[in-house]
């Protein structure tokens, strides 16, 4: 039998008759955009990550702009973020013409080092060109980065920390979801994530009031909010006002439907990932593969189960030879593609670009079984690299 990457089929199985009533629920009101679930989905997000706020926007990209353009970064800002990630992290800055700062990653969890990240905004006040205004921290594969140094490194020097969340959604360190330090957590529902949805969609959660009404009015072309309106009057319908440049940024309400079903089970399909991810490490302890680690105190959801192997592209073609799906993220990071590489990167990354070299992630869904598992274990095993 052919080994999923990620079985999405196998947990469509658990939860069909939900999600099939969800959709045709929707289809009966006829609210496709903004129609009740996608309200009662944000406020079951946010209670589930313990946040004030959440709202739902159209993609985990979107979500990262959306907090960037309410504090209005924009042409001579940077903003810091690692180069070890998915390319949505640091695209979004430029949008705004504003300029990326690639940080380095610790060697143990790919997550910003915060030592390097304190050496970059020091490099870049130093150096005097661009505004320090903002850190994307990235919970890359899924383990959260190590906020509580990163968010003192940004009160220190008076920084907006965004925590993106697209990959680590559900996480925690010492029992607490990435919000308890970041100004504001972002997400992506794309279908492959831990929570995805069947399309496309995202969230941002903050527990800043102003914060959250800013980008619920960015994320519907710049509408008037009830702090803009408060005491005025109109002789037209305040819906067409537009206070300031905004987007089309919604989570359409069939996916937040599929979502609130989906919620439903995802702390337990969280610990099922943990259990998949310590049976690979057990299992592949001396195979001469090194098995990922995780911040002290940390809950990773596993979007990835990535290891690193001094052979990795050997390894990937064996594996192919035994029907076992791997894939290397991320063979490029951001800092050495063409159009990103103009950008600073202050100290240079080695770390980055060692890893792109050596990691690669395995099969993983909270449906793994055993069996699966244990042929994806020896096949690793019986690479002799
Ligand atoms: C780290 C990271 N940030 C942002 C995104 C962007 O999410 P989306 O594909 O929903 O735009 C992704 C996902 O693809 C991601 O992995």
């Not at 999600?19 to 629920?25: G, K, Q, V, Y």
């Not at 020097?157 to 969340?165: E, T």
């Not at 496309?200 to 980008?215: P, Q």
């Amino acid at each position: 039998m052919t080994i999923a990457f990620i079985d999405l089929a196998a947990q469509q199985r658990r939860i069909k008759p939900e999600i099939d009533a969800a959709i045709a629920r929707v289809l009966a009101h006829g609210a496709y955009v903004m129609g009740p679930e996608v309200r009662a989905f944000e406020e079951q997000l946010a209670a589930f990550a313990g946040s004030k706020h959440a709202l739902g926007c159209a993609n985990g990209t979107e979500a990262l702009v959306l907090p960037l353009m309410a504090w209005e970064v924009g042409p001579g800002d940077a903003v810091f973020c690692p180069s070890f990630t998915f390319a949505a992290t640091g695209e979004v800055i430029p949008w705004l013409g504003a300029s990326p700062v690639f940080v380095d990653i610790l060697e143990d969890t790919y997550n910003l080092d915060p030592a390097k990240l304190e050496a970059a905004i020091q490099a870049t006040k130093a150096q005097g060109a661009l505004t320090p205004r903002a850190i994307i921290a990235v919970d890359l594969f899924g383990q959260p980065a190590d906020y509580p140094a990163i968010s003192a490194i940004a009160k220190k020097h008076g920084l907006k920390l965004i925590a993106d969340s697209a990959q680590g959604f559900g996480c925690t360190l010492g029992g607490q979801h990435p919000g308890a330090w970041a100004d504001v957590v972002t997400t992506s529902f794309f279908p492959a994530k831990p929570l995805g949805c069947y399309g496309d969609g995202g969230a941002v959660l903050t527990d800043d009031d102003w914060l959250a009404e800013r980008m619920d009015s960015l994320r519907v072309h710049g509408k008037a909010t009830a702090s803009d309106i408060q005491g005025r009057t109109f002789d037209h319908d305040p819906k067409y006002l537009n206070m300031r440049v905004g987007l089309n940024s919604r989570l359409d309400t069939i996916q937040a439907a599929i979502l609130i079903e989906k919620l439903k089970i995802f702390a337990d399909e969280i610990e099922k990932r943990g259990v998949v991810a310590e049976r690979y490490a057990a299992g592949l302890a001396g195979s001469g593969a090194k098995t990922p680690a995780v911040i002290q105190g940390g809950v990773s959801v596993w979007a990835q189960y990535t290891i690193e192997h001094p052979d990795r592209d050997g390894l990937a073609a064996h594996l192919k030879t035994q029907g076992v799906p791997s894939a290397a993220y991320y063979p490029m990071p951001m800092h050495t593609q063409a159009c990103y590489s103009i950008y600073p990167q202050p100290g240079g990354l080695p770390v980055s670009e060692a890893k792109a070299d050596l990691v690669l992630a395995l099969p993983m869904h909270a449906y793994l079984d055993e069996e699966t598992q244990d042929r994806i274990i020896a096949a690793v095993r019986s690479f002799n690299g």
